[in-house]
Structures are given as structure tokens and as C-alpha cells.
């Protein structure tokens, strides 16, 4: 198939960007999106431009480096992908492609098609650990037997792969559903109950800080997250978060 | 300033095998808390090893500088990992031990990996468990609320720990943890999006790393008392592999340009279930779990005019009866079935693809098939609900529910790939590049030829011998990182208390930066006819062709003469947009690939020099009649470890020959 893509170029963080026009021709079907750009790349090489700078690495859908807002939507239109899983069959001869960073004040632009993401790693600094040292002595793995029910809650939260989607499709830039999913694995492991509250406060207290918005209730982030993190982490998130409000000590 | 005098000294304890480490524990030096805080260490690489070394040392005290080339230690390619973590546990009574699994592993590496740190893995595996559950690693549980199991190949016990199909992910995210807390402390300084362009050695000793900063292009001096190498496998001098688009050798191979011997390069994993290749334009391979091989089996037709009629479209695998298929492993291996190693598995894959029976468009394709597990599972769940008589279409859809719990994730990415059910039509797999068994050189100690410099993780050659078992990967970095490392470099930074901070003023800094400065600047200003992947895409070509699944003396001797040529071209007309100062992903390739390209050369002079056929490197001249690797334990019963001497094709060999005092060397049969 061809192809018209118009694809945001900004030299680095502090110049202005814009959109820019391209066309790559006899794209296959079964192509990933990635792999349609590292086309348009080399296409670009051999006419001694530079070529489009866009994060990606394991193009599995699991390292979380690959964003992307195609077409106004975080990673494409297809539902639980990351950009490097959407496959070319997805689009049609002829069509035209628009393609984007993730947009958040929190994620500010370094190149083309590459942003900032750190401030979810202070996120986790703030809060995002069980407190246990590495000693070879800890207690065995099966001393605390743990309800399938919460292990398995816990797992499809920390399935999470911190790409951001969350708060590109959020109107509001909100990481509630990125931060929740942290909070929660831990909530509902003993090992981590111990120290819920206070991670809750700290977790937030760093999200607000990074200036991500308030949570809107209108659940884009859901929908459009590549691993189906569900809501459901955000409403345990509020628990914990106005549990620990109340009974904190003042410090 | 290169090392001269290279002498091979393992530093294996005294003492019966099972006493080793912890006798080693008890009379090694120790560093004072207080003294801690005046040592450096600089960690290149936060996956698996890595990371759990960069948390583990800060804890302990150190002053750690973590690096890694992505925008966040959490991205490591360690993530992808799929089927699991293997741990002599024992928690199913099947008759596991620490003795098992270090018998196993040197069964399965087929006599080529050194019995000692062998050992210590498989004693240090159950603490990683217990380790990461206190971490809060949500693995997979029965209804009981214990952790389950699952099996993987090359070993007759269920030791492995999995979290459905994101092992790696969970781990790495509990290793990434531990770092957040070390960050949040201020005892590890991460430097995100920077990659290690060179190793500083000031009298002898690693003393720092020359790095660039990938946001800027700045070049940056990095001083420590102790240098760690965690920056994973060279899977990638395939072009084509199921590692990450970044991962790549530059650390280990600059390490070993200064002095750290390069061991056994041709010991690589091809694995025997991925999904194969679709075109040109592939930029990656994608992995498909080994545990799926519990409960998935493999088959090609029996008759190959049923493997033209599918090749054409003219047949569906479906349309073939069971006395049609030929399930060639269970076939050709009883006691093992679909569940041999992955050396043994590929190789039989490959063996009838090239008889003629492959079954995708390309002939390069075999069969992983569902249906009976679907149809057992589901016929279990039925007799649990207590349902009398299900039709076979309830077994079905019960069947594919536990499948989907158990598999759910892999079945998803199978289908977004190829856009066929692989819950409906069996999947189609083909072997592609993995993991590298080969890599630095260490002692015991972890230690390289660099004194003070570490290699941990698959940056080294240790553990894994000729060929890795499944689910053992994610065992030996955390091993590494967790549990040994940590003691090992105490004994050697002991004597280094009263060293004071290292200055980067240093004349042996300057230099180093210099030479990194020179060969960016020559990238940027060369201006040559050809991209990057241009060479990059000729040296997998070469490489796979004839260093690949089967190899022979006339094709290494062509890929050593055909990679030194793309070498040449490429360093005469190799082109490289943009300007050295600014983010730069083509400049990055481009020092990758460089450095590729004498590693590939160096692997095909290894697998030339090894006659004879072990794990997953097969001579075809080395073989039984049976078409099974021959070895010969009386020639080559050594580790190959290599000196670098300017040209890949001077390199010298050193040879640590090995000794098994507690397993008997024998052919290894999984029939």
C-alpha cells in the first residue's frame, strides 16, 4: 500500500516543531507500524535527510519504550497494542497517517517523536518498593500462603508497562491509572500491606508534583492502555490514599 | 592500554564442591560499613544482573553509578522474558535438589560450563525466590495460595517459577524496584539514556568509563574503584534475534579490546520457538515461551506432498489426521519428547524443514499445535464442574479457558503478528537467534582479565557451558546480582579503602575520551553511500547463513573472509546523518554495528577452531550417524578464551580447560 504520513519533526526540547509530509510507497501488510517507519527512515538516510526519532526497543509490546498518538489515539487504532504490535493491515491503501508524540506537560518532547517519560520514574522513587533488603535470609517463599485471587490482582496490575498511554488519552494528562497500578500490586500482597498507606501518600503526593492532572472519572485511560490495566486499581488507589489521609500522623 | 601478560587463573575454591561457596563466604575480606561509603562502583546495564546488582551494592553501602542506554532501567531487555525463573525448590516432591538442577545445568550445556559456579547457582536459586516474593513479584499461585509450577525443557522435574507469560517483566520490575529505593536514598546515581562507550584502566585496575550522553551527545567521564559489566547477550550480530533493537556487545567488546579475553563467542542459543519471519523488511523476531512446549506439540506432515499442498494454501493444518502428522520429537526423543533442549529441538526443526516439510510460504515453518491440551484441559474442567456428558464444544471452550490463564498473553501476541487464532489453527514457529551462552570471560569471582572489572549476567561466558536451559537466564542475573557479585567484589574492593576518590583528570581519562571522540567525529563527517542497517543486515546475513544452526569449516572460512570485507567497506562508505552533539539513534547504530563487525569474525575463527559439535554449536562435520552432536571430550573439553590482538583474525587463544570431578562426562541423550 502507499501512504501520506505527516509526522511531527522538533529538533530537540527547546526549538518549536511542526508537522511534516511524507510518503513511503509498497508498504506490506504484514509490516509492524515500527517497521513502516524504519522504511520511511531509510528512505530518508538514502536522500541524505535525517531520519525520524522515535523510541522503541524490545518491538514486542513489553518494554514500554515504543508511544506514539497515531491518528489521535495513544499507540493506534487497534485495542491492547503497543505501536510496535500494530500491524500495517490495520490501514488501507491510499491512506493518510498522522503521527505524534504523546502530549502531557509532564512528558515534554526531547526529539521528533521522543519524550520525556522520567518523571513516572520519580514516581517510583517516591514510593514504588516493598522496604527489604537483598540478604539470601529472607523467609521462604511459600511461608505466607497468598489467596489466588489477590496474586492474580496483583499480577495483571504490575503487567503495567509504564508507556504513558494512560495519560496521553487522559484530556486531563492524569497518571492515576499508571500510579494506581503500583499502588494496588502492593496493597494486595501482604508483603506490601505493611507499608500501603504511606506508599499511597508519597506516590501521589510526587504525581502531583510532576504535574499530571486530577483524575476524571471518563476512563480513556483504560480503554486505551496496550495491557488492560483496569479502573478498578484507581478506586483501590482512593482507599488507600483516603485511609492514609485520615490516620497518618502529621510529620 | 592493553593488558599484557594474560594468564587464565579460575580461582576456584578448594575444598568438595558443595562446601565451595560457603567456604569461600566464610574466609574472604569484608569491607567496614564506614569504608563502604568511600567506594564507587559504576554498573553498566540494569536488567536482570544489573539491576539487582546496582540495588544490592547500594544497600550494602557502595556509591553505586547505574547506566543504561534506555530511558528508564525498567526497559532492560531482561523484560522480555517470558516462561520463567528455575529454582531447586523442590515444592513439588518430584524429586528436585540442588544437586539436580547443577547436574541438569552441566547436562544441558553439554560438559562445556566450569562444575563450580555451576554449583553455586544452583545453590543460591531457592533464596532468589524467597527473595522476590518479599519483593512483592507476584508469580503465579495455586488455589491453595503456594506457588505453582511448571516444567521446561532438557530436565524430567517441575522447578520452575512463572508468572503467566511475563516472568522477566515481573522480575525486572522487582529488581527495578529495589534500585527505586536506592535511588529515592541517593545511594545509586542513575544515568538514564547514556551508553558506555569505553573502559578506563589507570594502573592496571578499571577505574571508570567513558560515556555518551544520548539526550546531548555530550561525552562524559565516569570514575569508580570497580567497574560492572551487566549489559546483556550479542544476539544481535544476527541483525535478526528475538533481543531488543538496542541491545548490543559495545561494552563487552571494548572491555575486551583493553585487555578482558572474549570466551566461547560461537555458543549461541538459536531457540527453537518463534515466530517466523514474514519479509525483507523484518526488523525483529519474536519469541514464542518454551513453556508452551509443556502443553503445545510439535509436528510437520508425514507426507510431503501434504507440506506442498499447505505451503500453496491448498490444505489446512487442520485438514490433516492425526496419522498424517509426524509429532517428530516425541518421534525421534521418547523420554523427552517436545520438551528436549532448545539446541536438540531446533536442530530437528530445521532437519525437516530442509527435508522438504516445512509448512509456511517460505518452507521455514513447523507446527506447534493446541488441540490435545485444549481438549485435555477441558475435558478436566468438566469432570470438576461435575458436567455430565459435555459436548465437545463446551470441552473446547473450557479447554481454552485454562489455556488462556495459562498462556493468554503469548496466544495475544501471536495473533497481533501473524492474524491467525492460534486457539483455532496450530501455531507456526521457526528457530531464531536468543540468548549467547558465550561472552566475557571470569573467574569464580566474577572478575574479567581487567582486574576490577566484573562481567555478570549473559555479558559472561560462565554458567550455560555449550547450551542454556530454559527458564535458567533469569536464574544466573539475579544469581549474579542478588547473591554473588555482591560478595565477590567485597574481597577485591577490600584493598582498595584507602584509594580515595579516583580523579577523571586522569591522563588514561583524556585519552579515552579522546579515542571515543575521534571515531564519533569520523562517523559524522564520513558522509559514505551506505545506511547503517545496510551492513548490518549483510553481517546477519552472513552470520545466520554460515554461522548459524550448522555450521562447517568452508563457510566459517568464507564468513571470516566476507565480514572482514564488509568491515572494510564499512568503515570506507558507511553514512550516518545528523550532527554528534544532538540525540543521534543513527550515530548510536552505527557505533554498535561497528563493533559487531569484529565480534562476528572472532565468532566464526571460534566455532572454526572447535572441531567438534556440542550444545548449540554443530559442526557438520562432527556428527553421528543419526544426525546427533559428537562431541570429543579428549580435544576440546576446554573454554575458548580469546585475546585480542588488533584484527579478529589474530586473536589468541587461551584455553582453561575443564575438569568434571562430580559428574561423569557422557554423551548427553534425551532419547
Not at chain 2, 553455586?120 to 506457588?147: H, K, M, T
Not at chain 2, 567521564?221 to 549489559?231: E, K, L, Q
Not at chain 2, 578464551?641 to 541423550?669: C, M, N
Amino acid at each position: 500500500m502507499d501512504l501520506t504520513l505527516k509526522i511531527w519533526r522538533q529538533k530537540n526540547a527547546e526549538e518549536k516543531g511542526g508537522i511534516v509530509e511524507y510518503k513511503v510507497n509498497e508498504i506490506s501488510d504484514h509490516m509492524s507500524f515500527l517497521e513502516m517507519m524504519d522504511v520511511l527512515n531509510e528512505q530518508l538516510i538514502n536522500e541524505g535527510e535525517e531520519p525520524v526519532a522515535f523510541d522503541h526497543d524490545c518491538r514486542e509490546g513489553i518494554c514500554g519504550s515504543c508511544s506514539l498518538h497515531i491518528n489521535g489515539e495513544p499507540h493506534g487504532p487497534d485495542a491492547g497494542t503497543t505501536t510496535c504490535q500494530l500491524h500495517m493491515r490495520k490501514f488501507k491503501d491510499g491512506d493518510t497517517i498522522f503521527i505524534e508524540p504523546f502530549r502531557a506537560k509532564a512528558f515534554p518532547v526531547v526529539k521528533d517523536l521522543v519524550i520525556d517519560r522520567s518523571a513516572f520514574d520519580r514516581i517510583q522513587h517516591a514510593g514504588g518498593y516493598i522496604s527489604v533488603n537483598t540478604s539470601g535470609n529472607t523467609q521462604d517463599a511459600n511461608a505466607i500462603p497468598i489467596p489466588k485471587v489477590d496474586a492474580d490482582k496483583a499480577f495483571d496490575a504490575a503487567t503495567c508497562i509504564g508507556c504513558g498511554a494512560c495519560v496521553a488519552a487522559c484530556k486531563n494528562a492524569s497518571a492515576m491509572l499508571f500510579v494506581s497500578a503500583k499502588v494496588s500490586q502492593f496493597a494486595l500482597l501482604p508483603q506490601g500491606k505493611v507499608e500501603a498507606e504511606e506508599r499511597a501518600l508519597n506516590m501521589v503526593k510526587q504525581m502531583d508534583e510532576e504535574g499530571f492532572g486530577n483524575c476524571t472519572n471518563t476512563g480513556a485511560c483504560e480503554a486505551e492502555c496496550p495491557k488492560g490495566i483496569s479502573l478498578e486499581n484507581i478506586a483501590r488507589m482512593n482507599r488507600e490514599y483516603l485511609s492514609a489521609a485520615f490516620s497518618a500522623d502529621p510529620q | 592500554m592493553a593488558i599484557s601478560s594474560v594468564k587464565l587463573d579460575a580461582k576456584v575454591p578448594e575444598g568438595p564442591i558443595a562446601d565451595k561457596w560457603t567456604s569461600y563466604k566464610n574466609h574472604i575480606d569484608l569491607v567496614n560499613p564506614a569504608n563502604k561509603r568511600l567506594i564507587d562502583v559504576i554498573v553498566v546495564g540494569t536488567g536482570l544482573a544489573g539491576g539487582s546488582a546496582a540495588a544490592t551494592l547500594a544497600e550494602l553501602g557502595y556509591n553505586v553509578k547505574a547506566f543504561c542506554y534506555q530511558d528508564s532501567p525498567r526497559r532492560a531487555h531482561s523484560i522480555a522474558a517470558q516462561g520463567g525463573i528455575n529454582a531447586a525448590k523442590n515444592y513439588q516432591g518430584d524429586g528436585d535438589s540442588t544437586y539436580r538442577l547443577f547436574y541438569d545445568t552441566v547436562k544441558g550445556g553439554d560438559y562445556r560450563s566450569r562444575e563450580a559456579n555451576v554449583h553455586r547457582l544452583a545453590e543460591v536459586s531457592a533464596n532468589i525466590i524467597d527473595q522476590c516474593v518479599a519483593q512483592g513479584v507476584p508469580f503465579a499461585r495455586d488455589y491453595g495460595g503456594l506457588l505453582d509450577n511448571r516444567s521446561f525443557g532438557g530436565v524430567l522435574v517441575s522447578r520452575t517459577f512463572y508468572a503467566k507469560g511475563q516472568t522477566g517483566q515481573q522480575l525486572l520490575l522487582g529488581a527495578y524496584s529495589a534500585m527505586n529505593r536506592q535511588i529515592a536514598r541517593g545511594k545509586i546515581k542513575m544515568f538514564n539514556r547514556h551508553e558506555m562507550l569505553d573502559i578506563v584502566i589507570v594502573d592496571g585496575k578499571a577505574r571508570g568509563i567513558i560515556a555518551r550522553n544520548l539526550v546531548t551527545g555530550e561525552i562524559e567521564r565516569h570514575s569508580a574503584h570497580a567497574v560492572v559489566i551487566a549489559s546483556g547477550g550479542y544476539g544481535n550480530v544476527y541483525y535478526l534475534s528475538t533481543n531488543a533493537m538496542g541491545s548490543n556487545v559495545t561494552a563487552g567488546w571494548k572491555i575486551h579490546k583493553k585487555g578482558a579475553l572474549f570466551a566461547n563467542p560461537c555458543f549461541t542459543q538459536i531457540h527453537p520457538t518463534c515466530i517466523p519471519r514474514s519479509g525483507d523488511y523484518q526488523s525483529k523476531l519474536t519469541l514464542m515461551s518454551e513453556s508452551l512446549r509443556n502443553d503445545g506439540r510439535i509436528w510437520v506432515p508425514k507426507k510431503i506432498e501434504d507440506a506442498v499442498a499447505i505451503r500453496e494454501g491448498k490444505k489446512k493444518p487442520t485438514d490433516l489426521s492425526e496419522e498424517e502428522r509426524d509429532y517428530y520429537l516425541e518421534r525421534r526423543y521418547p523420554a523427552f519428547g517436545n520438551l528436549v533442549p532448545r539446541d536438540v529441538a531446533s536442530r530437528a526443526a530445521k532437519e525437516r524443514c530442509d527435508a522438504g516439510f516445512g509448512v509456511n510460504k517460505t518452507g521455514e515453518a513447523v507446527y506447534l499445535d493446541f488441540k490435545a491440551a485444549i481438549e485435555r484441559y477441558g475435558a478436566e474442567k468438566a469432570t470438576v464442574m461435575g458436567l455430565k456428558d459435555p459436548s465437545h464444544e463446551k470441552i473446547v471452550e473450557l479447554g481454552e479457558e485454562v489455556v488462556r490463564a495459562k498462556y493468554g498473553n503469548l496466544f495475544q501476541m501471536y495473533e497481533k503478528i501473524v492474524d491467525e487464532d492460534p486457539y483455532k489453527t496450530p501455531m507456526m514457529i521457526y528457530p531464531a537467534t536468543h540468548y549467547t551462552m558465550g561472552g566475557i570471560w571470569v573467574d569464580y569471582n566474577l572478575m574479567t582479565t581487567i582486574p576490577g572489572c566484573y562481567a555478570i549476567g549473559e555479558a559472561n561466558f560462565s554458567d550455560h557451558g555449550a547450551n542454556r536451559l530454559g527458564a535458567s537466564a533469569l536464574m544466573q542475573g539475579l544469581a549474579d546480582g542478588y547473591f554473588v557479585l555482591p560478595y565477590t567484589i567485597g574481597d577485591y574492593l577490600s584493598k582498595d579503602i584507602r584509594t580515595g576518590r579516583i580523579s577523571t583528570d586522569l591522563p588514561e581519562f583524556v585519552e579515552a575520551e579522546n579515542k571515543v571522540k575521534e571515531q564519533i567525529d569520523f562517523f559524522i563527517n564520513n558522509k559514505g553511500t551506505h545506511s547503517v542497517d545496510y551492513y548490518h543486515k549483510k553481517l546477519g546475513k552472513i552470520m545466520w547463513d554460515k554461522v548459524g544452526m550448522s555450521r562447517n569449516a568452508q563457510g566459517l572460512k568464507e564468513a571470516m573472509a566476507e565480514i572482514k570485507e564488509i568491515r572494510e567497506d564499512f568503515w570506507k562508505n558507511v553514512s550516518v546523518p545528523g550532527k554528534a552533539d544532538e540525540m543521534n539513534p543513527e550515530l548510536e547504530k552505527a557505533t554498535r554495528v561497528a563493533d559487531f563487525l569484529e565480534l562476528g569474525e572472532l565468532f566464526a575463527k571460534d566455532a572454526l577452531e572447535r572441531n567438534e559439535s556440542c550444545g548449540g554449536h554443530f559442526r557438520e562435520e562432527y556428527q553421528t550417524e543419526e544426525g546427533e552432536a559428537l562431541r570429543d571430550d579428549v580435544n576440546y573439553a576446554y573454554v575458548s578464551a580469546w585475546e585480542y590482538k588488533g584484527e579478529p583474525a589474530d586473536a589468541v587463544l587461551h584455553k582453561e580447560q575443564l575438569e568434571f570431578k562430580d559428574i561423569e562426562l557422557k554423551t548427553r541423550s534425551y532419547k
